[in-house]
């Protein structure tokens, strides 16, 4: 049945998506590495596109009809698709998601997203527990991703790892998930089937087998989980104007084992406490 629901890749396939992933890890890195309090987030955009285009790659958001960035970036009560822009200065203190991807040459498909707390924020004057609560909205969306790649791993049925994801999120505190932005497939597209939800569903999904490659990315409110679109068309804020993170990894799954493609060491360290070695697609593929 899984075959009709989604499109499974082959390892040599998978190796080509590790060099996606890569150019998403680094360009991410360097975002990372330059937030601070007055860049702008079109700053932030162009440090991104460099970075994949000197690996060889290119933006596949700008394929997105009516989008022209190579990033989101989505800042406090913005929880996704928050549009880079000049006028858009980070402050100190603010919690910012951002959210990118790249495409190889050859039309392979990485996507991932992190949240960053900008540095300089007791300093500013942003309060302490305004401050404490945005770390661990972050912490918590970040740990919700892992659970839900460390589920994957031992998934039967693609719908565990929502379960887990909402399980972390609901037992971590008060917190809102996002309903109608999920994760997805990806592959020769960023998005394909199957849709990955965050939360539990009434069914159970596809089953889980090798080839699957899907992008996992928990959004989280610290309040409500409703959220609007405000008039620029794409920003999704949330409704009672409370901070928000978005956490997101493209994942492989095949015959050895799983791979995070967008992290430098496929996952090891963060799914270590889950007793989970990946296996890199490239070695595998060399077996
Ligand atoms: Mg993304
Ligand atoms: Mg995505």
């Known amino acids: 049945m899984a075959r009709e629901e989604y499109t499974l890749k082959t390892i040599a396939e998978m190796v080509r998506m590790c060099e996606a992933g890569e150019m998403v890890a680094a360009a991410l890195d360097q975002v990372r590495a330059a937030v601070r309090p007055g860049i702008t987030t079109l700053e932030l955009d162009a440090i991104a596109e460099a970075e994949i285009v000197r690996r060889g790659g290119h933006s596949n958001f700008k394929k ?3 989008y022209s ?4 970036a989505s800042i406090n009560d913005e929880v996704v698709h928050g549009i880079p822009s000049a006028n858009r200065l980070l402050q100190a203190g603010d919690i910012v998601s951002i959210d990118c991807g790249a495409e190889t040459s050859d039309g392979w498909n990485g996507d991932a997203a992190i949240t960053v707390i900008v540095p300089g924020g007791a300093d500013a004057g942003v309060e302490a527990s305004v401050l404490k609560r945005r770390e661990q909205t972050s912490a918590v969306c970040e740990g919700s991703l892992w659970a839900g790649i460390a589920a994957l ?11 887990a994801i909402e399980k972390f999120i609901y037992t971590s505190g008060r917190y809102g998930i996002l309903e109608d932005y999920i994760g997805h497939g990806i592959g020769r597209s960023m998005h394909e089937d199957p849709p990955v939800f965050n939360y539990k569903t009434r069914f159970s ?13 928990p ?3 610290a309040g409500s989980p409703k959220v609007k679109v405000l008039d620029d068309d794409w920003t999704v804020s949330s409704k009672d104007g409370s901070d928000a993170s978005h956490w997101e990894h493209s994942v492989a799954v095949h015959d050895a ?4 493609l967008t992290s430098w060491d496929g996952g090891a360290a963060n799914l270590a406490p889950f007793g ?3 296996v ?3 070695t595998s593929a060399k077996d």
């Open 153 to 163: 791993a031992g998934a039967k049925k693609l719908n565990e790892v929502g379960v």
């Open 280 to 282: 890199d697609p490239r």
């Open 69 to 72: 960035h190579t990033i989101c």
């Open 64 to 66: 997105v009809p009516g």
């Open 205 to 217: 999904g596809p089953s889980v087998e090798p080839g699957l490659c899907v992008a996992i990315e």
């Open 276 to 278: 989970i070695v990946p």
């Open 219 to 221: 959004m989280i409110t």
């Open 257 to 260: 084992g799983i791979w995070v």
